[in-house]
């Protein structure tokens, strides 16, 4: 029986009791309405995806952060004790730990409650049924039909894939850590940080540094569609090993708006799976899987559907010449998973695409 609106109090109640415990106990907590959300995702479905899914749903921002942070599914917390994620929480609203217990903590769960309980977005999906946050669909290029895999949470959650595309810009200038982006995300799960999430390593900034030093282009714009290798620092606990940094932002000068061409996004998503091949051996096993986030759609202002284009086209030719990549997508809501699950038949030709000006940091 699929999860509806009358089960909030239940779902926030038993939340309540996942914080108190943290996800290293969750199998000795009695959790019957989660259960039966979860298995409305899928037969064998876990709660803590479901957690996972649920939390991604919400606002980017503070929102979602804090949420991760309490319930202990941001990078290296699930062990903290109650104290200290409640403590982290805190000082992401700036403000005092009594006062977010009153205050903040109490509507951080009621939304993730109401994420749980209310309606997917997802079209098609019947009513209160939770969506599935990985789908899978066929690609056909050429005589070949291709698995594509499509994630439907924030991409600091994703597990076991070799190399993730990370947006940046031409100057290789990653947002602060303590934003919402992606990029910022990825450097912040990344990093090594102290309990209290102070920052104690800087790894995936320190070596993008490195790399600009080494190819002379330290506070100089590289070429757009540039594509700058990384290790993915304390995410190779999750079983990702290549962070590539795709060069997508051009920034206008004297403002705060920046040009993505699409153009751009598919010679970084062609550059992107030629470093995959070139790195291949280096590593064992070889590497094999890749994912993108849809280059440009978030603050870069494209319509999913131009992004998906421009990236299928880099895809699809390189599987077109026989290479056989474990191809994944992450996006942060269904409509967009929805519209890759449609390749592809709504791709769009390159000289449709426009450029687009956008305000704010990839």
């Known amino acids: 029986m699929p999860v509806n609106a009358d089960d909030y109090t239940l779902i926030l109640g038993e939340l309540k009791d996942i914080r108190r415990a943290g996800l290293t106990r969750l199998r000795t907590l009695r959790l019957p309405v989660l259960e039966r959300a979860a298995a409305a995702r899928a037969p064998d479905g876990a709660i803590e995806e479901l957690l996972r899914s649920a939390v991604s749903r919400l606002d980017e921002g503070n929102l979602r952060t804090a949420a991760a942070y309490t319930l202990g599914l941001a990078q290296g917390t699930r062990d903290w004790p109650a104290a200290d994620r409640r403590r982290r929480s805190a000082e992401i609203y700036g403000v005092s730990t009594e006062r977010f217990r009153k205050d903040q903590e109490v509507m951080v769960l009621g939304q993730v409650a109401e994420a749980i309980a209310r309606t997917t977005e997802t079209p098609g999906t019947p009513t209160g049924q939770i969506a599935a946050t990985h789908r899978l669909f066929s690609a056909s290029v050429g005589s070949h039909s291709h698995t594509i895999n499509v994630?439907?949470?924030?991409?600091?959650?994703?597990?076991?894939?070799?190399?993730?595309?990370?947006?940046?810009?031409?100057?290789?200038?990653?947002p602060e850590?303590?934003?919402s982006s992606i990029s910022a995300s990825l450097r912040r799960a990344g990093a090594v940080q102290a309990a209290t999430g102070e920052v104690l390593t800087d790894q995936i900034q320190d070596e993008l540094r490195t790399w600009a030093a080494q190819h002379g282009a330290l506070g100089r714009p590289v070429a757009p569609g540039t594509v700058t290798p990384t290790s993915a620092g304390t995410l190779a606990g999750q079983g990702i090993r290549r962070i590539y940094h795709a060069a997508i932002a051009v920034p206008r000068s004297g403002t705060n708006d920046y040009d993505v061409l699409p153009a751009d996004i598919t010679r970084a998503a062609a550059r992107s799976l030629a470093l995959l091949a070139e790195e291949r051996h280096h590593f064992d096993p070889p590497l094999r899987s890749v994912c993108f986030p849809l280059l440009g759609a978030g603050r870069g202002g494209l319509p999913y559907e131009i992004s998906i284009g421009a990236l299928w086209a880099a895809v699809e030719a390189?599987?077109?010449?026989?290479?056989?990549?474990?191809?994944?997508?992450?996006?942060?809501?269904?409509?967009?998973?929805?519209?890759?699950?449609?390749?592809?038949?709504?791709?769009r030709p390159e000289s449709a695409l426009p450029t687009t000006r956008r305000t704010g940091s990839l």
């Open 151 to 174: 994630h439907v949470h924030p991409v600091d959650m994703l597990r076991d894939i070799d190399a993730v595309v990370s947006p940046t810009n031409v100057f290789l200038a990653l």
């Open 177 to 179: 850590p303590y934003k």
């Open 318 to 347: 390189d599987l077109a010449r026989g290479a056989e990549w474990d191809i994944h997508f992450v996006v942060r809501n269904p409509a967009a998973a929805a519209i890759l699950e449609q390749l592809p038949a709504r791709i």
